[in-house]
C-alpha cells in the first residue's frame, strides 16, 4: 500500500472524528480553549505600585507629613513603590531604610534622617537645591557646623545638613529629628 494514501485515509479519519461531534461540543471545546488561554495571559497582568508624590518640608522636617524618626513601616505603606527596601537587623552597612533610586530620595529609618538627591523627583517646601551657599543665611540663619563642602543647620526638629558642589550649590539635602551631635550619617 502506498504510504500518501495512507496518510489520506488517516486525515479522512480525523475528519468524520470532527464531523461527528455536534456543534455544541465543539462550542464547548472552543470555549474552554479560549478560557485557559485568557487566564493564562490575564495572571501576567500586575499593576504597579502607586506611590503618592513626594513633598519635603524643610522647616518642618517631614517627607509628606513623616518625620525621618518614624518607623519603617509607616514609609512602607506611605510609599509602596521603593525600589529596595533593608529590612532591620539585615547586615546593610546603614541599618534599615526604604529607597527610591528612581526619585533619588533615601529613607534611613535607622539612623532616623532621609537624604534628597539633586535628581529629586518631588517638592521642596524652600527651593534649596541648587541654591547659592551665600543665599541660605535668609532662610535658614548660620549653620551650627560649618565645612568646606557642607553645613549643618539647627532646627526646631534637629538637624538640616547641605551638602555643596565645586561652584557652592547645594547638591545633596540630609535632615533628621536627631541633634548634629546624636547625627550618624552613612557614608
Same mark, same amino acid.
Given at each position: 500500500?502506498?504510504?500518501?494514501?495512507?496518510? @489520506?485515509?488517516?486525515?479522512?479519519?480525523? @475528519?468524520?472524528?470532527?464531523?461527528?461531534?455536534?456543534?455544541?461540543?465543539?462550542?464547548?471545546?472552543?470555549?474552554?480553549?479560549?478560557?485557559?488561554?485568557?487566564?493564562?495571559?490575564?495572571?501576567?497582568?500586575?499593576?504597579?505600585?502607586?506611590?503618592?508624590?513626594?513633598?519635603?518640608?524643610?522647616?518642618?522636617?517631614?517627607?509628606?507629613?513623616?518625620?525621618?524618626?518614624?518607623?519603617?513601616?509607616? *514609609?512602607?505603606?506611605?510609599?509602596?513603590?521603593?525600589?529596595?527596601?533593608?529590612?532591620?537587623?539585615?547586615?546593610?552597612?546603614?541599618?534599615?531604610?526604604? *529607597? *527610591?533610586?528612581?526619585?533619588?530620595?533615601?529613607?534611613?529609618?535607622?539612623?532616623?534622617?532621609?537624604?534628597?538627591?539633586?535628581?529629586?523627583?518631588?517638592?521642596?517646601?524652600?527651593?534649596?537645591?541648587?541654591?547659592?551657599?551665600?543665599?541660605?543665611?535668609?532662610?535658614?540663619?548660620?549653620?551650627?557646623?560649618?565645612?568646606?563642602?557642607?553645613?549643618?543647620?539647627?532646627?526646631?526638629?534637629?538637624?538640616?545638613?547641605?551638602?555643596?558642589?565645586?561652584?557652592?550649590?547645594?547638591?545633596?539635602?540630609? *535632615? @533628621?529629628?536627631? @541633634?548634629?551631635?546624636?547625627?550618624?550619617?552613612?557614608?
Amino acid at each position: 500500500m502506498n504510504p500518501a494514501i495512507r496518510l @489520506s485515509t488517516s486525515q479522512i479519519r480525523v @475528519s468524520a472524528c470532527l464531523k461527528q461531534l455536534s456543534r455544541k461540543r465543539k462550542g464547548i471545546v472552543l470555549l474552554l480553549l479560549s478560557m485557559g488561554f485568557l487566564s493564562a495571559s490575564r495572571g501576567q497582568l500586575v499593576a504597579k505600585a502607586k506611590c503618592p508624590d513626594f513633598y519635603v518640608n524643610i522647616l518642618d522636617g517631614t517627607l509628606n507629613g513623616l518625620k525621618p524618626n518614624r518607623a519603617l513601616s509607616e *514609609f512602607k505603606t506611605l510609599f509602596p513603590c521603593s525600589t529596595s527596601i533593608e529590612e532591620e537587623g539585615s547586615a546593610a552597612k546603614c541599618g534599615s531604610g526604604i *529607597f *527610591f533610586k528612581t526619585k533619588d530620595i533615601y529613607i534611613y529609618s535607622k539612623r532616623a534622617y532621609i537624604e534628597i538627591g539633586p535628581k529629586f523627583q518631588g517638592k521642596l517646601s524652600l527651593p534649596l537645591m541648587g541654591a547659592k551657599r551665600s543665599s541660605l543665611f535668609s532662610s535658614l540663619g548660620n549653620p551650627k557646623v560649618k565645612d568646606d563642602q557642607w553645613e549643618a543647620y539647627e532646627m526646631q526638629y534637629g538637624t538640616l545638613v547641605l551638602h555643596f558642589d565645586a561652584a557652592s550649590k547645594v547638591k545633596l539635602i540630609q *535632615f @533628621s529629628t536627631l @541633634s548634629t551631635d546624636q547625627l550618624s550619617l552613612c557614608e
